[in-house]
């Protein structure tokens, strides 16, 4: 991927067609993997506790699947009123993005997990949209889990990804059950704590870090689990909480709180790859509605 290519994904979509929405899901994975310094993520800096993603991989693979949120989006534009029906159709766009996220990566799991999550809210942003309807982040969540709730007839009964190993496992309910329930840790965790941050004086990178940190201490994130278990799960949580209760990631204690965290998740291997698809989810749903507002000349 080239820079160019970064800067013209960055351009502020003029309206909210299916093509201007997926190019707002691009910015947001494209604005969270560059989001720096993050704890055992991908980000400028480092692989984090990976091996087989990078920084540039991690954006290649966001462009690459620009055409498969484009679809997403344009059969929500399309379905009227037959849920069903789209509920079949957009499982079989999200199994044809993966196949294309593998291809283009080589077979490393780059964003599978944001093709479900923000598959589901593309294509409800793009159903209340059509509707003429404003695009609140409640809004968009709820018709996300409205689609999320219904069964996927064409999805394999068991795919032995790590996370449904992980759900399994512990009792928890992953990203499935994180769309049905209507995105709650996006909604009422990661949202509130990124506009309170901005409202106290915050940068952008120091408030959209600290709705990281708020969505990692309450998510029960399976990509940990299935590599560090409960009590590493545990501990990250009790880390990231410690980092806002110092004053957050820019404050002098929050800091040196997040650098401790950092370590101790390089030290064990795991990385919060579910709280990342969910601030990527935050992002778009914060843009979506400042967007929004825009078009209908509200504050």
Known sequence: MTIMTTLQVRQRPSSLTPAALATQVVQALLDEVTLTPKPGLVDLRSRGAHTDLNWALMCHSACVLQPVFAALADAGWHAYQDDDSLRQQIGRIGRHGEALMMAATGGVNTHRGAIWALGLLVTAAAQLSVRG????????????????????????????????????????????????????????????????SRARGDTETTARLNALLAIIAQLDD??????????TLLDMQAGAAQVLAAG???????????????????ERGVSPGGAADLLAATLFLDSLDNTDGAQHGTA
């Open 133 to 196: 309807a404003m695009l609140t982040p409640a809004a968009v969540a709820a018709r996300a889990a409205a689609l999320a709730r219904l069964p996927d007839r064409g999805a394999p009964p068991e795919t032995g990804n790590k996370g449904e190993l992980a759900c399994r496992q512990y009792q928890v309910d992953g990203a499935r059950g994180q769309a049905m329930a209507g995105f709650p840790h996006v909604i009422d965790i990661g949202l509130p704590c990124l506009r309170a």
């Open 248 to 266: 957050g990631a820019a404050s002098k204690e929050g800091s040196a709180a997040l650098l401790a965290l950092e370590a101790q998740m390089l």
């Open 222 to 231: 399976t990509c940990v689990l299935s590599r560090g278990g409960k009590a």
